[in-house]
């Protein structure tokens, strides 16, 4: 499951990347991506779950992250802004997820696709929106 679920964030971080360069409907994301990309590999339920998540909730998403930056959202190279949107939705909607899996996972994505230095940022501010919206969670961790 695990793997299904990487790739699925994997695929959800295009997606929403290519959705900030287009505007693309997530119907029409839906549509086109499988083509793109080997998403037998993926969770669809998940990478749905994702895109439509985050396409729906930009606003409340740009919202929680925007205090977090040290520049403005659109400022944000866009690989790297929507692995942070990605990650932000994934803290405040899947409790199910351990918040770590979710920083690591942004980390590599950022790894594989952002700046050279992108990881460390991502890992920064996704640090930041755990100890707001998994408050308990980290806490908990912290004292293991």
């Known amino acids: 499951m695990s793997r299904k679920r990487t790739w699925s964030r994997r695929c959800a971080a295009q997606a929403i990347y290519q959705w ?9 994301l839906k549509a086109v ?9 993926a969770d669809m339920d998940y990478f749905e779950s994702l895109l439509r998540g985050v396409v729906s909730g930009v ?17 944000v190279d866009p690989v790297e802004r929507a692995i942070l949107r990605l990650g932000a939705y994934e803290l405040s909607a899947h409790p199910e997820v351990p918040y770590r899996v979710v920083i690591n996972e942004a980390i590599e ?10 990881h460390k940022y ?11 919206v998994r408050a308990v969670e ?3 961790a912290a004292s293991k």
Not at 20 to 28: A, I, K, R, V, W
């Open 20 to 28: 900030q360069l287009t505007g693309e409907t997530p119907g029409d």
């Open 33 to 41: 991506f499988p083509a793109q990309q080997d998403m037998a590999q």
């Open 59 to 75: 606003a409340e998403l740009d919202d929680q992250l925007t205090p977090l930056l040290d520049r403005k959202i659109g400022e």
């Open 109 to 118: 994505l950022a790894k594989r696709f952002g700046a050279e230095q992108g």
């Open 122 to 132: 991502i890992n920064s501010v996704l640090d930041k929106v755990a100890q707001k």
């Open 138 to 140: 980290v806490r908990s």
